[in-house]
Every structure is written in structure tokens, then in C-alpha cells.
């Protein structure tokens, strides 16, 4: 397998960065522009998310450092990592013939034993397989967890695996085991009513009605030329709808409604503008986008990177397939995490994402194999992005990540030299983890 990647296929894929930035300069709440921010104190490969400390990144395993648990070990490459006060540290590299699997060097030739075991370790970094909810691994076997509920001392509530210790009778609520009374009824300056405690302080005679704990003579309720407030007798007339307000008996509006510019959402009176059809969503600004469109996820890219206003990156999201939206969504997320502003940094950590992005179909092929398919291409474009999408989702993202690294590093990528100088240094670590599939 040749060690080089044809120029046609960089030339193919050099798509600039520098034009992703938030329209109008950030804010606002429609669909979200690309919004990343060079760095210019370090490099990609040893950013993270938030701070762009080295000894602090995610690690092959995926944890970051508040993952980290004192002693608690991973893999960094082939360098095993150990977790010091939060922190983690470099140990020694594994040695030649032993490979980093699962925090700890392992042999080359170890081999995996499973036999007579349904869980645990294999002996090699491995898993024998995992157990159920409810069962532990014992000896390399799954067995039943058995609970042993206790109510000593309770009178109430659970007795630790999921039984009841007893019920509290009316006007008594479980705290802590204990029915504790949660009420103390009250009569106080009351002949009639409720006495807060759903007893009562008594009844009235006929001829009378209770009111605010006192029998008074029977009242005639009268709503006449009302629409809200009280009917006289202790009861309403009705209420008013939100941004209205009661005034003299009659709803009177406290709120203009605008429904100016918008398509779906709050005209800001408590009504609406109008809701969105075939599994749109209304955005901030108050138009529907996504749901009816079949714009595939690198046209919706291009779009945006012309937008400069909210009212255009809302239109561009408009044309899109909800798919669409989906991966865009997923790449400039990744994009603005590790605050992207290269193609070496986009290739260190977003290929993948990068990959669902611009491809429009997957198949079976490995990296390697779309490596052989691509050396045969010459200068064709097409040649190039079918064998792209002749591979699998991961071995896309894996192959692109060669192809943004080797870009990013050569500022001529019709440069040959460039290239092959960029695939044996810069992106050598991309290009092993390919040809090795």
C-alpha cells in the first residue's frame, strides 16, 4: 500500500474555516451559526474543550478531567496514564511486544480466556461480558443481588428494597419512618367552614350561607355587565386571558400583540403567530425552518458561511432535511468545543463528524480500502468522493482526517512533496491509524 494520498483528493476537500463566524457578531436566538475562535497560544493536537491543557485532555478512553478518579488508570496512545489528585500523570510507555488496552500494558500474544465465564475479565483488557440490572459478577459468574429490607424503627415508608414499612393515617405524613401530624386544625374567630385541616368549624341554618367562616344572610350572586371580577357573593365573573386586566367588571388589554416578521411563536401578549407544519420547528425569531426542505447537509454549510444575519441562517435552515440540521448541528458543535479554526484541528477532532456532514451515502469498506480505491483515481473528483463514501461511517472519518491533517499542513496541497513530507511527520499518526484497518 503506497503512502501517499493523491493531490486531486486534498484539492477536493480544502474548504476554509476562517468564514464561520456568528452573524452580526454572535447573539440572537435563531438557527446557530458556525461560531469559532482561533487560538493562538497553542496547538491543536493538545487543546481541550475548555483550556487547552495538554494533561488534561481526553484520553483514547474518553475521559476528561472531571472523569478523573485518584489511581484510577487509562491509555494515551501506547503510554499508560495514571490519575494523581485529580491530574493525570504520564507512567512509563508500554514496552516493544506489549500493546496500552484498558489502562495497562498488555502482551502482543496474550491470549483471551472466557472459558466457563459470563463476565469479567478475560485477562487480556478484556470483558468476559457484563451482568444485569440486579446482579453482581462473582468468580466470573453472574448471580442474583439479594436485598434484605429492615423496618426497625419505622413505622412508615420504604424498608430499603422497595417494600412499605406502613402508611400514614389523614392529617400524618412520613418523614424520616415516623408518621409525623402535618396539620394543626383551626376554628379560631370561625362558626362555619373549613377548619384547614379538611375537618369543619360547623354549619350554617337555612336562610344562610357560610362566608369567610361566618353564616351570613343568603346571598344573590349578580354578574350583570360583567366579564370578570366578583359576583357580590364571595364568587367571579370570570377572568382575563393573559396581557388583559380587569377594570370595572370588563377585560380591558394591558399588552399589544405584534405578529410583524413571523411565521410561528408568541405575538408577546400571551396569543400566538401561527405554528409551523410537517415537523418544523420556529425558531427564536419566530420562523419555521427544518421540516419540509431536502437540502443536504454541506449545502446548508456553504449557505451559512454567506449569512450574516439570523433572518439568513434561518432561511438557509429552512431548505434543510431535518438530517440536515441534525449534522450540522453535530459539526459545529464539535467545531466551537474545540475551538476550531484549522483544517489540523478539525482533523485531530471532528473528521467524524465532518465526515456525516459532507458524505452523502456509506458502505463496507475499511480505511485502508478506501485508501487502494483512491490511488487509482488520478485527478477525478468524483472518483475520490465515490470511494469515500464506498467506506463505513468510522472509516470515512478515519480517512478524512489524513486528508484535512495533510491540507492543513501543506499551504500549496497540489504540492506532492508537501504531501508526502506531511503523511511520514505532521499527520503520520492519522495515517497509521488507517492502513491498520
Known amino acids: 500500500m503506497k503512502l501517499s494520498v493523491t493531490v486531486s483528493a486534498l484539492g477536493a476537500l480544502a474548504f476554509t474555516l476562517s468564514a464561520c463566524g456568528t452573524p452580526g457578531g454572535g447573539?440572537?436566538?435563531?438557527?446557530p451559526l458556525p461560531d469559532v475562535v482561533p487560538?493562538?497560544?497553542?496547538?491543536?493536537?493538545d487543546k481541550t474543550p475548555d483550556e487547552g491543557d495538554p494533561d488534561t485532555g481526553p484520553g483514547e478512553d474518553g475521559t476528561t478531567p472531571g472523569d478523573c478518579v485518584d489511581a484510577q488508570t487509562r491509555c494515551n496512545g501506547n503510554t499508560v496514564e495514571i490519575c494523581v489528585g485529580g491530574v493525570w500523570t504520564t507512567t512509563t510507555p508500554c514496552l516493544d511486544g506489549s500493546t496500552c488496552q484498558g489502562g495497562s500494558c498488555?502482551?502482543?500474544?496474550?491470549v483471551p480466556d472466557c472459558f466457563d465465564r459470563e463476565c469479567g475479565s478475560d485477562g487480556c483488557a478484556g470483558s468476559c461480558?457484563?451482568?444485569?440490572?440486579?446482579?453482581?459478577c462473582i468468580d466470573g459468574m453472574c448471580e442474583a443481588q439479594v436485598c434484605v429490607g429492615s423496618c426497625a424503627g419505622k413505622q412508615c415508608g420504604d424498608d430499603g428494597c422497595g417494600n412499605s414499612c406502613g402508611q400514614c393515617s389523614g392529617g400524618t405524613s412520613c418523614v424520616a419512618g415516623q408518621c409525623q401530624s402535618t396539620c394543626a386544625p383551626s376554628c379560631a374567630g370561625k362558626e362555619c367552614g373549613d377548619d384547614g385541616c379538611g375537618g369543619s368549624c360547623g354549619t350554617c341554618s337555612g336562610g344562610s350561607n357560610c362566608f369567610a367562616g361566618q353564616c351570613q344572610s343568603t346571598c344573590v350572586p349578580s354578574c350583570s355587565g360583567k366579564e370578570c371580577g366578583s359576583d357580590g357573593c364571595g364568587g367571579t365573573c370570570g377572568t382575563c386571558p393573559g396581557g388583559w386586566a380587569c377594570s370595572g367588571g370588563m377585560c380591558q388589554q394591558t399588552c399589544t400583540a405584534s405578529c410583524a416578521g413571523k411565521q410561528c411563536g408568541s405575538d408577546g401578549c400571551g396569543g400566538s403567530c401561527g405554528t409551523c407544519a410537517g415537523?418544523?420547528?420556529?425558531?427564536?425569531s419566530g420562523q419555521c425552518i427544518g421540516g419540509g426542505g431536502g437540502v443536504s447537509c454541506d449545502v446548508v454549510f456553504g449557505c451559512m458561511q454567506e449569512c450574516e444575519t439570523e433572518a439568513c441562517a434561518d432561511a438557509c435552515a429552512a431548505e434543510a432535511s431535518d438530517l440536515a440540521l441534525t449534522e450540522y448541528s453535530g459539526l459545529i458543535t464539535c467545531l466551537n468545543n474545540w475551538q476550531c479554526a484549522d483544517l489540523m484541528c478539525v482533523a485531530d477532532f471532528c473528521a467524524d463528524t465532518w465526515a456525516a456532514c459532507f458524505n452523502e451515502g456509506s458502505g463496507t469498506l475499511t480505511c485502508s480500502g478506501i485508501w487502494e480505491c483512491q490511488s487509482t483515481c488520478g485527478e477525478s473528483d468524483v472518483c475520490l468522493q465515490d470511494c469515500i463514501e464506498a467506506g463505513t461511517l468510522q472509516a470515512q472519518g478515519d480517512f478524512l482526517a489524513v486528508l484535512l491533517c495533510a491540507n492543513g499542513a501543506c499551504t500549496n496541497s497540489t504540492d506532492p512533496a508537501c504531501v508526502d513530507s506531511a503523511l511520514s511527520n505532521e499527520c503520520s499518526g492519522h495515517v497509521q491509524t488507517c492502513v491498520q484497518q
Open 27 to 31: 447573539g440572537g436566538g435563531g438557527f
Open 39 to 45: 487560538d493562538q497560544t497553542t496547538s491543536d493536537a
Open 106 to 110: 498488555v502482551p502482543d500474544n496474550c
Open 129 to 136: 461480558g457484563t451482568c444485569l440490572a440486579g446482579e453482581s
Open 279 to 284: 415537523g418544523a420547528s420556529c425558531s427564536a
